[in-house]
Each structure stands twice: as C-alpha cells, then as structure tokens.
C-alpha cells in the first residue's frame, strides 16, 4: 500500500534545526572563522589562513611551546586522577556493605561530594589547604611539614590531585558498586565451594562484572579531569607560576585576559579535537574487544 | 568420599515464623546416589545448602564420617556443589574454568591438566577445551559448571541443586546417564536436589522425599512407589499419583465413599483421625464385572496405556483401563488387594496379617 508523501513534513524538524543552530553550529563556526582570522581590537579582523595553527603545533614558537607545556600537564593530572581513582573506587566499593542500613547510609555519604558545585569544591578546598587558617594545611603545618601550595609546585599539584580524588572517586566507586551488586550470590557460592580466595573471587568474578561499569568510568574521569577548570582555577589560579595551568586554564588566560581571540579559537579547536579523538579510540578499542570477546 | 550424617538437624532462617527444615535424624551411606525430592519451597535446597557449608544450621550437628563440621567453612568441608543456574568464570576458557579449582587448591599442573582432559571427554567439552566460556550456550555452561564439581577427585560428596533445570530436554537423559556412569567408575557420595520425580528416580539408589520442611520418606524408587510411608508420597510420585479415598476400617475392612466394603490385606486396629484408603492407579483396573460399581468420567490416552477417570460414591479416581479392552457400559473397578494401604493423618498405618 502507498503511504501519501508530503515533504512539509520537514519543516517539523526546523525547531529542532534552529535550536542545534543557535546553541551549536553558530558558536562553534564562529570560533573556527576567528581561528584563521587575527584581531587588533576595534572589531577589525584581518586574514591569516593556518597561522595560528602553525604556530600553536610548532612548540618552538612563543604560544606552541605554551600550548605543550599546558597540554603534559593536563595529561599528567588526567593520568593521576585515574590512576587514583579507578583502584581507590574499586576498593570503596568491594569494602561497601551489600545489605541492611549500612547501604543506605554509605549510598548518601557517597553521594555528597557529588552534589556540591565545583567552584564551592575550590573554596573549600582553598581554605582547608591554607597554612594560615586551613584546617588540613595548618595542621601539616603543624606536624613540621613544610606545606604551602600558594608558593611550591609540588604542594599545589598533590593539593589539585586531593581535591579531584575527593571530589570524584564517589562516582567510580558508586559505578563499581552497582556492578558489584549484579553479580548474583551463586558465583560467590561456587567460588567458596571452588575454594577460591579473595584474590581469586576479584580476578575470576568481581573485575570481569565490572568491567562495562569501569570503562564508563575511566571515560568519563578521563574527560571531566582532560577538561577540569573550575576547581583548580578557584584554588591556585593555575600557580604559582604556571605549575597548575591546565590547557582550559591557558585557554581562557588567552581568550579573555589577552583577548587573543585568533590563538584562542585555534586553541580551543586543537583541544576539542584532542578529546574527541581519546574518546573516539577509547570507544573504538572497547566495542573491538567486546565484539572480539563475543566471538 | 564419606559418610554424612545428621544429628537433631533443623534449620529456622532469622526473622521467619516456623522451621524452614524440621528436626530431624538421618544416616546417609557412603558412595551412595541420593535425591533429594519435593515441591519447590519443601526445605531441599536448605538442607543441601546446610550439607555444602553455606548455609550454618540453626540446631543440630552435620557429621561426615562421624566428625562433626556444623562450624566448618565449604573450603574446609571438601565438597563440590554445581547449582540451578550455570556459573562460569566469564574471562577464562573452559580449560581454566575446569582447572580453576584444582588450581585454588594448589594441585600440580600436570595432574591438573590430565584430571581437566579426563573430565571434559566425560561430559562431551573435549573439542571446546580452549573456548572463551562466556560465548557458549547455556547447556555447555552448565555442562563446565558441572565439570567443576567433578573434577576434583578427592571430595566428600558432590552436592547438585537442580542442575538439570536449564538444559533442553533430549539433553537431560544424556547428562544424566553421564553422572550415572561416572558414580559408578567413581565412588563419591552424590546428593541430587529436583522437583522431577523422574530424574530422582533415576538418579538416585534412595530417594528422600521432602515435604514443608519434613523429610516424609527415604527409600529405593521401588518402595517409594510401592509402599509410601506419607499421602504425600503415593500423591507426588506416580503419574498419575495415588487415589486416596476417605474411609472407615473396621478390622479387615474398609468402608468407602457409597458404603462400598472391600476386603484388606491386614487388619488394623482402631484408627484416629483422618483415614484414607491409599490405591496406585496402576493397581486398579477397569473391568466388566466383579469389584465396585463406578461412573466412568473420561479416558486419557498416554500413548503407552491408557487411564480412566472414574467416580466411586462420588470421589474421583484414577484407573488402568486394560490394554485392547473397549470402554464398558458399565464399569466395574477392581481394586488389587494387596496393593491397598491405610494411612491415618496422612501417614502409613501399620496394620496386621
């Protein structure tokens, strides 16, 4: 049987097109035509083709070396925060109670951190690390540590890494405990009855049941902590020096505090690029090996 | 390989009103093959929980070969247990799923493998040895998670929670006969759990029939059949089950439904309480003549023989409806007379020749 055509049943879709325009498409055009354009202020742009590029990729130039140094650091805090937090959660979540009240109870003490807006995560920690008055840095301070993230690299790092271990290991340890709670009692019974140990449990029952949860929580730390700005911005303000300016740090030093907006633009499209790349082999390795392993 | 046995065992799960398992005693042979069969919800996945070690009994004592392990861990007590559902280990092959507990308990590689090889030929896995088990079917699965309850060589008793439940049909006669065969090259005390009569009854050398809690009967298949000690026997095992009808005794002499009178083997003295004549369809024809008057309902063919529905003084009955023989105008059904048994309260009523 036919189905009557009526091609103005495209204009139901203009909304949808409209919407996705203003929120999307304009905005991102609009920083790649400042990526190849530079400004002297006045609203006056002149044309300049792959310059910012060129010298954004080349880490001998002024803004390439800049970029560089911004981008090992942010890899490093991702790297950190990861290594951290997937084995931290994991424990978390192995050691969480499976029944009665305690599960409730540590369900909400989990959840906290979560529900507490970035910039309110900064100032906290802002003024717990403090050496004058912070809670935690006084009493460092204290113990005869010498602890001051304010002056020394090393100090603001383990005070940045802290803060997002704090904040966000909830969330993996969270992910693992609902694939914990998948696995049904029998494997734990065959496993006792197998004569397994605790090792043996984790290896040959726990890991493999949350291996899906983990591969979304390794995603989606990896890119809340590639794309972190908040947080550290409120604490060290991506001091002392540059020793904590990570790559949405320098970019917005570059776009709103020299107002470069043609290095910014160029910028921000290589770290776009950046991400969705990690994401797309991330993606693309998991769903390879999980077809592998179905066959 | 062991002798298991139970002392004043019973079990109440925490926050439950009543036994999930009443008191009971029992004595269980070595290398025997039992079964433990009952409806769902009769305490047999309790008791054979209590038997493995994970569940800790409430009261009483669990011996194997008269030590007791009431308080030893399922590592400790060395037995196997394969369940309803299959487990498998998702990550590993179906050579490391079998090896797995022989390597948790610290067998040497080369004995492990050979034992491994050994057990995969018996249940038909050789060819899938180095297969990712996730990827089988849930029949192979089931067939590894029973591999690994038989593996290892030296257990107490290999326990089975209703192994069979998710495995097709034609399937469960050949495991079956496997486990058979293997109890006989293998002397271990296996203990079978299912609601199927018909896998217990071939399973098993004695069957213990369960009902709410209570152990009602332990015998061969033939004396379950033949002589149940409880209403709940001759009415769970046969297909169909035991015709039980209300009935009055007076000596040598019951008095059924319509005021019929038949003669019984034994005399039996006054009984109490709610008194039931117990007769096995197979053990009652319908014929032409003789025996009781009775209202034929239907005919139910089995393919194999054929059962009639009948009515005396108003109860329902099942009966043989003998082989060649047309449906009578007006049936007669003659009741075998040594085949009759009394039960008083639902259970067996000693009577006396």
């Excluded at chain 1, 029944?99 to 906290?124: D, E, F, Y």
């Excluded at chain 1, 935690?136 to 005070?159: E, H, R, S």
Aim: charged content about 20%.
């Amino acid at each position: 049987m036919a189905k009557p055509r009526d091609d103005r049943a495209w204009l139901l879709v203009l909304p949808v097109v409209a919407l996705v325009a203003f929120s999307a498409l304009i905005p991102v055009m609009t920083v790649v035509n400042y990526s190849v354009q530079d400004s002297f202020g006045n609203n006056e742009f002149f044309w300049n083709g792959t310059g910012w590029f060129k010298e954004l990729l080349d880490p001998s130039t002024d803004l390439g070396g800049r970029f560089f140094d911004a981008l090992w650091r942010t890899l490093l805090f991702s790297a950190l925060c990861l290594l951290i937090e997937i084995p931290l959660g994991i424990g978390v979540a192995l050691s969480m109670p499976r029944q009665g009240w305690g599960v409730s109870a540590s369900l909400v003490v989990l959840a906290l951190p979560l529900l507490i807006p970035w910039n309110v995560v900064g100032t906290i920690w802002q003024v717990f690390a403090r050496r004058d008055i912070g809670l935690l840095g006084a009493a460092v301070n204290g113990l005869g540590v010498d602890y001051n993230y304010a002056q020394d690299p090393l100090d603001a790092w383990i005070t940045v890494v802290a803060m997002d271990v704090w904040h966000w290991t909830s969330l993996v340890a969270l992910l693992c405990y609902a694939g914990l709670r998948s696995i049904p009692d029998a494997y734990y019974q065959a496993a006792r009855v197998d004569g397994a140990g605790a090792w043996a449990v984790f290896r040959a029952i726990q890991l493999p049941k949350m291996q899906r949860v983990l591969t979304i929580a390794v995603l989606l730390r990896f890119m809340d902590s590639f794309m972190i700005y908040t947080e550290p911005f409120v604490v060290t303000g991506g001091g002392p020096g540059n020793a904590t300016t990570f790559l949405s740090i320098d970019l917005v030093k570059i776009a709103l505090g020299q107002f470069d907006l043609g290095k910014a633009a160029a910028m921000s499209i290589v770290y776009n690029l950046i991400v969705l790349a990690v994401c797309w082999v991330f993606f693309a390795t998991t769903t390879r090996r999980e077809s592998e392993a179905a066959r | 390989m062991a002798r298991i046995g139970f002392e004043r065992l019973a079990h109440a799960y925490p926050g439950a009103a009543g036994y999930a398992l009443k008191p009971m005693d029992m004595d269980w042979d070595h290398a025997g093959a039992y079964a433990l069969l009952g409806p769902s919800g009769c305490g047999k996945t309790t008791l054979l929980n209590i038997i493995s070690g994970l569940l800790r009994p409430s009261e009483g004592r669990v011996l194997f070969d008269g030590r007791d392990v009431s308080s030893l861990t399922t590592e400790r007590r060395n037995v196997a247990q394969v369940f309803q559902f299959p487990v498998v280990y998702d990550t590993m092959t179906v050579r490391e799923n079998l090896a797995f507990p022989l390597r948790n308990r610290g067998v040497p590689a080369a004995a492990a493998r050979a034992r491994v090889e050994h057990v995969a030929g018996l249940l038909g896995l050789s060819e899938r040895l180095d297969r990712r088990a996730r990827n089988l079917g849930a029949d192979e699965k089931q067939k590894i998670s029973l591999g690994r309850g038989l593996v290892r060589g030296d257990v107490a008793a290999i326990l089975f929670d209703e192994p069979l439940t998710v495995i097709d049909p034609h399937l469960k006669w050949e495991l079956r006969s496997r486990l058979k065969e293997l109890h006989r090259q293998v002397p271990v005390t296996m203990i079978y759990v299912t609601h199927d009569q018909t896998e217990a009854l071939t399973f098993a050398d004695r069957v213990v029939v369960m009902s709410e809690g209570e152990v009602v009967q332990v015998g061969t298949p033939e004396a379950l059949f033949e002589r149940p000690e409880h209403t709940f026997v001759g009415h769970f095992i046969g297909s169909p089950g035991m015709n039980l009808l209300r009935c009055a005794v007076e000596g040598r002499e019951a008095v059924l439904p319509g005021g019929h009178r038949v003669g019984l083997p034994r005399a039996y003295p006054a009984l109490a309480g709610r008194v039931e004549l117990g007769i096995r369809p197979e053990f009652a024809a319908v014929s032409r003549e003789g025996g009781l008057p009775v209202t034929l309902r239907r005919v139910e063919d089995l393919g194999r023989r054929r059962i009639a529905r009948v009515e005396l003084g108003g109860s329902p009955l099942a009966a043989t409806l003998p082989e060649g023989m047309p449906v009578p105008a007006e049936p007669r059904l003659v009741l075998d007379p040594a085949r009759l048994h009394i039960y008083a309260d639902g259970r067996l009523a000693a009577g006396s020749a």
